[in-house]
């Protein structure tokens, strides 16, 4: 039996309509409308006159929100749903404000998708909004957002043994390394990434209590000395943004900087052979398309073939989230 056009045509209208949740959920935390009302319950006058906004226009958003289940309303009073409270709160469990920010300048450049397709250009900064500018710290307060919800599903994934020594090649905020020391006593992690980064990283790492045994190494590991040799070296979330040819380079210098039987971890949205699926790693693609020169996702094969060609010899792909797969290569002795 054939499918009915309209079951189509509904399939298109969601996606087209897709960036109307989006784009009220990133303009109410651009506002601070949940930490606002998470002081008290407060009325449209109340909140356009702390907020800087009219009354009209936020009238119209706090009840879109209400409809999307971010805000309740009771009379004329709007208050945070349980969803803002546990997320979009600075001081939430699981927050979600820092990356909601760095995806409000990630929209507007994918707006700028039509342009990219034909120039074959990345979207540059001054395409963008000025008030959506953002820095080193602002990136790496929202990969520290995403890097909560799976850092320890990835630590439960790697056994670490007996390492005493790791290299976290590009690693942020360093909420990965901080997790890897607390359960590895013996362990001493090293964050390789720019210093801008670091100042972040240093701030994590301090508020965990692990400066002696989590420290950073300010540079950048296309160019830079790795200063190895470690037991283990980690790469997550950063193949993406390099091309084929660089990530090929890099994983061959990782691999020259592990001790005999130490081991190579990439962490990243791998794509299946044909490269349309999975869906996330296929717009993740895209994303990399808008965002930089040579970036995009690959393939386990792809990444297989690096760590093969490197020496290393490589274990099956494991999936640690729907989205998320870990590839791991061994130096043989």
């Known amino acids: 039996m054939s499918q009915n056009p309209n079951d189509f045509a509904e399939q298109i209208d969601r996606m087209a309509n897709g960036y109307r949740d989006a784009q009220v959920l990133l303009t109410a935390n651009r506002l601070g409308i949940f930490p606002l009302l998470e002081e008290s319950p407060q009325t449209v006058p109340e909140m356009a006159k702390a907020l800087g906004a009219t009354v009209r226009a936020l009238q119209i958003l706090c009840d879109a929100l209400v409809a999307v289940r971010l805000l309740r309303k009771t009379g004329d009073r709007y208050e945070n749903s349980d969803a803002a409270r546990h997320c979009l709160l600075p001081s939430s469990p ?13 929209y507007a450049r994918w707006g700028k998708l039509y342009q990219v397709a034909k120039s074959g250009r990345p979207v ?24 909560r919800g799976v850092m320890r599903v990835t630590a439960d994934a790697l056994v670490l043994g007996r390492a005493t020594r790791l290299l976290d090649v590009g690693g942020g905020p360093g909420l990965y390394s901080i997790e890897f020391a607390r359960r590895y006593p013996q362990l001493h992690c090293v964050i390789m990434d720019n210093e801008a980064t670091l100042r972040i990283t240093r701030q994590n ?38 091309s084929f040819n660089q990530n090929a380079m890099l994983i061959r210098k990782c691999a020259e900087n592990l001790n005999a039987r130490g081991l190579l971890c990439v962490k990243d949205f791998f794509l299946e052979p044909d490269r349309t699926s999975p869906v996330w790693a296929a717009l993740f693609a895209v994303n ?46």
């Open 94 to 106: 699981a927050p979600r404000t820092a990356i909601l920010l760095h995806n409000a300048r990630l």
């Open 205 to 242: 790492i301090s508020q965990a209590g692990l400066e002696d045994r989590v420290t950073t190494l300010p540079g950048d590991a296309l160019e830079d000395d790795l200063r190895g040799p470690y037991d283990i070296i980690f790469v997550s979330n950063l193949i993406h943004s390099f």
């Open 124 to 147: 540059s900064d001054d395409q963008i909004d000025p008030d959506l500018s953002s820095t080193e710290a602002d990136f790496a307060r929202a990969m520290a957002d995403s890097a």
């Open 288 to 333: 990399m398309l808008v965002n930089t020169e040579k970036g995009n996702c690959y393939t386990v094969a792809e990444v297989s073939s690096w760590l093969e060609k490197a020496g290393l010899v490589v274990d099956p792909v494991r999936m640690i989230t729907p989205q998320t797969g870990l590839l791991t290569g061994r130096k043989e002795p």
